[in-house]
């Protein structure tokens, strides 16, 4: 079965610190990559997303992620984060097949940024 | 820019009851979805619903969930006889063909 591996799930910066979360998929097939991002007392939000094409992908905000085929990972990197980064981060895998897309997720890696 | 918008926010029941939860998705959106997420836990796939069908649905999604597209706006979700491990967030979302899926705020369900 499809699942998806987020390695941090506490991760604790101090503003301009770089950040990068780790997220594995097992799925040998093609897949669509995404990380959504929930602020607090907000909805799920896209951040960025690969579908094809240009492994490195940007994002809003500052944010960019990397599809590595061989590691089936699709780490997301900001280089400078910021207080307002502070929110819930998820990794999720979709088939890019038929009517039916439903996505798998990551546990989701809580993201606290002190000013 | 359009939203997917879900009520009610917080839904609070008692075991056995009857509950619906309703979303209006983006208006040129066909594809329909539900998750939720139980608290501590991954998000999980319920339902997937396109052409006023289900196209998949997990093995969580039994017999006493049902959805619905009554009127060409709403999208609901019933549980027919809620359990108290069906108490978690439930998020509605909506996507274009082949596209990025849209989240609503999501209801929070507390089965006492």
């Known amino acids: 079965a499809q699942s998806v591996s987020q390695h941090n799930h506490h991760v604790i910066l101090s503003e301009a610190a770089s950040l990068e979360l780790g997220c594995n998929y097992s799925y040998g097939g093609t897949v669509n990559l995404f990380w959504y991002v929930q602020y607090p007392g907000q909805h799920l939000q896209l951040l960025l997303k690969y579908f094809s094409g240009d492994p490195l992908v940007k994002g809003i905000k500052g944010f960019e992620a990397e599809f590595i085929k061989s590691k089936f990972s699709f780490n997301l990197r900001k280089p400078s984060v910021q207080w307002s980064d502070t929110a819930e981060y998820f990794c999720?895998?979709?088939?890019?097949?038929?009517?039916?897309?439903?996505?798998?997720w990551g546990l989701g890696t809580s993201l606290a940024v002190n000013p | 820019e359009p939203e997917v918008t879900q009520t009610p926010s917080h839904q609070v029941t008692q075991m056995g009851q009857e509950v619906i939860l309703r979303c209006v998705p983006i208006?040129?959106?066909?594809?329909f979805y539900w998750y939720r997420q139980i608290l501590g836990q991954k998000v999980e796939f319920l339902v997937s619903?396109?052409?006023?069908?289900?196209?998949?649905k997990s093995e969580i999604f039994d017999d006493q969930f049902s959805v619905e597209r009554p009127d060409g706006s709403n999208f609901t979700l019933k549980i027919r006889s809620t359990k108290l491990e069906d108490s978690a967030m439930y998020f509605c979302?909506?996507?274009?063909?082949?596209?990025?899926?849209?989240f609503g705020p999501g209801t929070r369900l507390t089965v006492l």
């Open positions: 208006s040129n959106h066909l594809y």
């Open positions: 979302a909506s996507s274009a063909i082949g596209d990025t899926q849209y």
């Open positions: 619903f396109y052409n006023n069908e289900i196209s998949e």
């Open positions: 999720a895998v979709t088939r890019p097949s038929g009517n039916n897309r439903k996505l798998i």
